[in-house]
């Protein structure tokens, strides 16, 4: 993607990993979340970036990192990636931002990998059950179905997903680096696959023990979030210690392309 470069790679398992590092500051990590890739950070990072050293990357699967046949690119996997970034990164208390599956990731490696931060943001997490949208438990149900569907169906059924994450009116161009990573043969067969794997007992076995959080937490909820209530997001906030919870006014499920602003301004008080 020539207007979101990640020129550095991580090898994990034999499969590899994009990243990019960025900005100067105390070290702070953004995680993105499904079905979208690292370039849902684009219009937040630049300003992060003034004040810290950032660091982002995409999950594996997702967006350029590495995608073939019979990957296994679960919640149950991805924490044990990160893990393995920050100790690459040589970082042992970054702040942390993250969004959706990255909230579910992020949560899992500080509760079951040991990860410590200095501060965690989440954004609209996946972290409390049940989740999962009508599309999602559908086409878990009826994968096969969908993994052959003709290219240009496949297409306009990535462009409607997205849009549901959207509370505004996105235009195909601003829309188009969320579903190019998903077309052709093996992005296709990544994006099926990605749901597939999607298993609300890999939220089931931290939930727990969020009581248990060793770190300061806010939580930023889109008012309009479509794919998951705010009401989990009061659920979230009231399991774990003293966190913080905003909602955040005609925002969607994606906030970072609905209200960057709030994101940020949110993070430079959080950080400051």
Known sequence: MQNWPLPQSYTFRDQTVRFNVTGNGPPLVLVHGTPFSSYVWHRIAPHLAQIRTVYYYDLLGYGQSQQCDGQ?????????????????WQLKRPDVI????????????????GCEYRSLTLIDPVAVAPWGSPFVRHVREHGDAFTGLPPYIHEAVVKAYVRG????????????????????????????????????RY???????????????QILWGEQDQWIA????????????????????KAGHLMQEDAPEAIVAAALRWLD
Not at 99 to 111: C, E, I, M
């Open 230 to 249: 705010p009401e989990r997001g009061r659920q979230l906030a009231a399991a774990i210690p003293e966190a913080r919870f905003q909602t955040v006014p």
């Open 98 to 113: 993250a969004h959706d599956f990255g909230g579910a990731t992020s949560l899992r490696a500080h509760l079951i990998d």
């Open 165 to 200: 994450a959207i509370a505004r009116e996105i235009p195909d161009d601003e829309l188009a680096p969320y579903v190019t990573p998903w077309l052709g043969a093996t992005g296709q067969a990544a994006f099926y696959r990605q749901i597939a794997q999607m298993d609300q």
């Open 203 to 217: 939220t089931d076995e931290v939930e727990a023990r969020y009581p248990h959080m060793r770190c300061p937490t």
């Open 72 to 88: 296994d690119v679960s919640l149950g996997v991805q924490n044990v990636l990160l893990a393995q970034l920050l100790a690459h």
